[in-house]
């Protein structure tokens, strides 16, 4: 397991109770409330999830076998970590907990989330990102799907509870992926990620 795997557990945790409505199955619910308990200690008193890497030796930041298709990048200090991309996700998932359970903790979760993502991101009027150079913050070279995937999560959340704050800054995510990271073309599709790179 490498660290761009901690997005993809996000993915997991918002798709699995969705995936439990279409199959009708309730195999394996023990490994999901767990999971559940797990994100909410994870939250800081800023609203952050921070990933723990004491006790996890597979938490390493090496991306050096993707090369030339990921940039290298150093470990972060201390014992703990965060992924903007990962946090987009899991809000995410808490919205759909809450759709499903009405359980004013994903809400409230949620909300403190969004705030906690509002004061980590750098706004310049209609728009804004994450400072990549912030010790704690682990990314990748796509920017792009970092922030959109907290896009699709701030939006989602914004939708089912009306909480402006988090519309608002999907806005001004939005507004500096597609206008300052050439991440499109002129027609809206999608430009070659990874240029020098023939795959």
């Known amino acids: 397991v490498d660290l ?62 993707f090369a030339p298709l990921c940039l290298p990048g150093k470990e972060p200090p201390g014992d703990h970590y965060l992924s903007p991309y990962f946090l987009g996700r899991i809000l995410g998932a808490m919205t759909v907990y809450l759709l499903l359970t009405g359980d004013s903790k994903w809400k409230n979760a949620g909300k403190k989330l969004v705030d906690g993502l509002g004061n980590l991101a750098e706004v310049k009027g209609k728009k ?12 990748d070279n796509t920017a792009a799907l970092t922030h959109s995937w907290c896009i699709q999560g701030l939006a989602k959340y914004a939708m089912y509870t009306g909480y402006e704050p988090a519309l608002d800054l999907a806005g001004k995510f939005a507004h500096w992926v597609i206008e300052d990271l050439h991440y499109f073309g002129p027609d809206g599709s999608f430009l070659r990620e990874y240029p020098g790179n023939p795959r």
């Open 4 to 65: 761009g795997d901690i997005g993809i557990l996000g993915m997991f945790v918002e798709a699995l109770p969705l995936l439990r409505i279409v199959s009708g199955s309730s195999q394996n619910y023990h490994v999901e409330q767990r999971w559940l308990e797990v994100i909410r200690q994870m939250q800081g008193p800023d609203g952050l999830l921070y990933i723990p890497k004491i006790g996890r030796p597979w938490c390493v930041w090496n991306y050096s076998k």
């Open 128 to 139: 804004a990102h994450f400072s990549f150079t912030d010790p704690l913050i682990i990314h």
